[in-house]
């Protein structure tokens, strides 16, 4: 069975400080591993999408890496309207078809204080 | 990024109604989309997959016949909570399955819709 696991559950920064996210997978062969993230009160928003070992992408003050054991979203000079819940996420396969059904983690709740 | 609706995004009703909930991909076709139930400060919980033309597939532990689902076209899927109960309050997101071009396969979700049972 596909397992996430995130860490930390929650961290707080001031604005400026980096840190890092890390999202730790147990699949039978990875597929994609998704970064979302979530605002109170809404729908998951699509970050990135990372599909192997060593591929590594970027959205502004985020960037997104990947290993073979786990991925981590790294946060630079981070602002308050940074944050959020932050979510990883692996699709499941069976039997070589995968349904597009996601393994979430439990997310990490990031807090940047002006 | 692809974008996603939900309507109605909020609703309160009484006891004993159904509410239906509509999820519509608007810049792609999905004939898979899914729906999930979120519980206060708790990740998502997938309920069903939505596939266009055929029956829902409801994750174990959830009652079919309460959560009905309906995907009768590649951008439209709805959820009817039926004889809602206050137990059955709480958010629920959809999201759409994009399958790219060049082998992408990512959910795109709906902003959510927030139900309240009184």
């Known amino acids: 069975e596909d397992q996430v696991t995130q860490s930390p559950e929650a961290l707080r920064l001031q604005e400026g400080e980096s840190s890092s996210l890390n999202c730790s997978y147990t699949?039978?062969?990875?597929?994609?591993l998704f970064w979302y993230r979530q605002d109170p009160g809404k729908g998951p928003e699509f970050l990135f999408t990372?599909?192997?070992a060593g591929e590594e992408k970027e959205k502004e003050r985020l960037k997104a890496t990947l290993t073979k054991k786990e991925s981590f979203l790294h946060i630079t000079a981070p602002k308050p309207e940074d944050s959020a819940t932050y979510l990883c996420?692996?699709?499941?396969?069976?039997?070589?078809?995968?349904?597009?059904?996601?393994?979430f983690g439990q997310g990490t709740i990031l807090t940047v204080h002006p | 990024g692809a974008v996603v609706s939900q309507h109605p995004s909020w609703v309160i009703c009484k006891s004993g109604t159904s509410v239906k909930i509509e999820c519509r991909s608007l810049?792609?076709?999905?004939?898979?989309m899914f729906w999930y139930r979120q519980f206060p400060k708790q990740s998502l919980m997938l309920m069903a997959t939505?596939?266009?033309?055929?029956?829902?597939?409801?994750e174990q532990g959830v009652e079919k016949d309460k959560f009905l689902i309906n995907h009768a076209s590649l951008t439209l899927s709805t959820l009817t909570v039926t004889s809602a109960h206050p137990e059955d309050s709480s958010f629920y997101i959809c999201?759409?399955?994009?399958?790219?071009?060049?082998?992408?396969?990512?959910?795109?979700f709906g902003p959510g819709t927030r139900l309240t049972v009184l």
């Open positions: 990372l599909y192997s």
């Open positions: 999201s759409a399955r994009f399958m790219g071009i060049t082998s992408t396969d990512t959910q795109y």
């Open positions: 810049d792609f076709q999905a004939t898979t």
């Open positions: 699949v039978s062969g990875l597929r994609g």
């Open positions: 939505s596939n266009e033309g055929s029956k829902a597939t409801y």
């Open positions: 996420a692996v699709p499941n396969w069976a039997g070589g078809t995968s349904y597009g059904k996601l393994t």
